[in-house]
T-cell receptor
C-alpha cells in the first residue's frame, strides 16, 4: 500500500510479557518516528530514526523499550516485561525529510492486563 | 511551562459559526509550525503548514505570530465534519513537539 502500515492493530497481553510492534513506512521515507498516545493527550515522542540509525531515542521511557530499523525501512518497537502503564496507542510516522510532513500509520493499540 | 500549549477545550460551536484557537510555544528558535487534525480513535493527519506570512486553505486560515510566540487556526463556516481534535506541532531541528490538542465539537 501507499501509506504507513502498522501491525498488529490491536494487541492484548498480560503484565510481564514481551511485545513487538511493527511499522512499515512509506517507501523512500528516510525519517521514521515512534510515538505513543494516551486518551486526551498529544502524541508522546519515543524515538526517531534517520535511515538505519536511531538519531534520538531520548523519549524511550526506560530500558524495557527498544526499537530497531535494520535496513532503513521497516521498524520494530520492542517492549519487554510489559506493565499496565504501557497501555496506549503506539503510532508510527514517516516523513520524506526530517521534521517534514508526517504520515502516520493507524496505530497499534496495546492493552496490558 | 509546557513547550507547546493548547487550550484542551472542548469548544462547542454551532454549525456555520467561525471558531479560532491558538497554540503557544516556548522556544523562540522554533522553525516550522503545523496544524494536524485527529478524529476520534484515528491517527493524526496534516491539516496545514503555517507560514510566516499566514496561509489560507478554503475555510481554514493559519497564522504565525513570532513576536508573541503563538500560532492560530481559524475555521469559517464550520461544518459538522470539522468536529475533531486539532493538534499543533512545532519543530526545532528534527524534533517535532506536539501540543495536547484542542477538541472541537460542531453542533447542528
Amino acid at each position: 500500500g501507499a501509506g504507513v502500515s502498522q501491525t498488529p492493530s490491536n494487541k492484548v497481553t498480560e503484565k510481564g510479557k514481551y511485545v513487538e510492534l511493527r511499522c512499515d513506512p512509506i517507501s523512500g521515507h528516510t525519517a521514521l518516528y515512534w510515538y505513543r498516545q494516551s486518551l486526551g493527550q498529544g502524541p508522546e515522542f519515543l524515538i526517531y530514526f534517520q535511515g538505519t540509525g536511531a538519531a534520538d531515542d531520548s523519549g524511550l521511557p526506560n530500558d524495557r523499550f527498544f526499537a530497531v530499523r535494520p535496513e532503513g525501512s521497516v521498524s520494530t518497537l520492542k517492549i519487554q516485561r510489559t506493565e499496565r502503564g504501557d497501555s496506549a496507542v503506539y503510532l508510527c510516522a514517516s516523513s520524506l525529510v526530517p521534521a517534514g510532513e508526517l504520515f502516520f500509520g493507524e496505530g497499534s493499540r496495546l492493552t496490558v492486563l | 511551562r509546557k513547550e507547546v500549549e493548547q487550550d484542551p477545550g472542548p469548544f462547542n460551536v454551532p454549525e456555520g459559526a467561525t471558531v479560532a484557537f491558538n497554540c503557544t510555544y516556548s522556544n523562540s528558535a522554533s522553525q516550522s509550525f503545523f496544524w494536524y487534525r485527529q478524529d476520534c480513535r484515528k491517527e493524526p493527519k496534516l491539516l496545514m503548514s503555517v507560514y510566516s506570512s499566514g496561509n489560507e486553505d478554503g475555510r481554514f486560515t493559519a497564522q504565525l505570530n513570532r513576536a508573541s510566540q503563538y500560532i492560530s487556526l481559524l475555521i469559517r463556516d464550520s461544518k459538522l465534519s470539522d468536529s475533531a481534535t486539532y493538534l499543533c506541532v512545532v519543530t526545532l531541528n528534527y524534533q517535532l513537539i506536539w501540543g495536547a490538542g484542542t477538541k472541537l465539537i460542531i453542533k447542528p
